[in-house]
T-cell receptor, first 115, second 113 residues
Framework: KNQVEQSPQSLIILEGKNCTLQ??????????LRWYKQDTGRGPVSLTI?????NTKSNGRYTATLDADTKQSSLHITASQLSDSASYIC??????????????FGTGTRLTIIP | EAQVTQNPRYLITVTGKKLTVTCSQN?????MSWYRQDPGLGLRQIYY???????DKGDVPEGYKVSRKEKRNFPLILESPSPNQTSLYFC????????????FGSGTRLTVV
């Protein structure tokens, strides 16, 4: 069964500190892996997209890594800001037998930044 | 501004009363999809559409209908809502292709009593 598991479920850190969120997946065949940021009550917003051959991708203070052999990804946030408080969702994509892309969503990590 | 617009943002209705949640995108995207988000679960796909007049079931289609008569619009129809359809709903669109980004709407919080 295709699954995406994220850890921790929730995390609280002080403003200015770094943190790393984890994602393990069993989706196959793998196409790409995405990280999204979701503010409370809003739709998810894309942070990074990585294919099988990419090990790392950065977007400002966000850096995602991918190890396709172990089927693990991480999202590292540097110098956290209060606006980083949100849920971070790992999404793994496969291409179905019908040629359409199918996304499998993790349940997210709820990150809270405190002053 | 490129966006996906959902309406309404909030809706409270009674069991069995038909309702429609609208979704419109201004990016000329071919692919559109509906998801529901429930506590403790990842987003789950309800229906998707790869182009006009082309729709298909996602993972949790029971109790929902969709239509795609125009490229920009993809309404979600609940013919007879039940309390287990209380959820947060998101519409998304994409240009298609495996590395295309998905743009999500702001969500519709539906409560069925």
């Amino acid at each position: 069964k295709n699954q995406v598991e994220q850890s921790p479920q929730s995390l609280i850190i002080l403003e200015g500190k770094n943190c790393t969120l984890q994602c393990n997946y069993t989706v196959s065949p793998f196409s790409n892996l995405r990280w999204y940021k979701q503010d409370t009550g809003r739709g998810p917003v894309s942070l990074t997209i990585m294919t099988f051959s990419e090990n790392t991708k950065s977007n400002g203070r966000y850096t995602a890594t991918l190890d396709a052999d172990t089927k693990q990804s991480s999202l590292h946030i540097t110098a956290s800001q209060l606006s980083d408080s949100a849920s971070y969702i790992c999404v793994v994509s496969l291409i179905s037998n019908f040629g359409n892309e199918k996304l499998t969503f993790g349940t997210g990590t709820r990150l809270t930044i405190i002053p | 501004e490129a966006q996906v617009t959902q309406n309404p943002r909030y809706l409270i209705t009674v069991t069995g009363k038909k309702l429609t949640v609208t979704c419109s995108q201004n990016m000329n995207h071919e692919y559109m999809s509906w998801y529901r988000q429930d506590p403790g679960l990842g987003l789950r796909q309800i229906y998707y559409s790869m182009n006009v007049e082309v729709t298909d079931k996602g993972d949790v289609p029971e109790g929902y209908k969709v239509s795609r008569k125009e490229k920009r619009n993809f309404p979600l129809i609940l013919e007879s809502p039940s309390p287990n359809q209380t959820s947060l709903y998101f519409c998304a669109s994409s240009a298609g292709g495996s590395l295309s980004g998905y743009t999500f709407g702001s969500g519709t919080r539906l409560t069925v009593v």
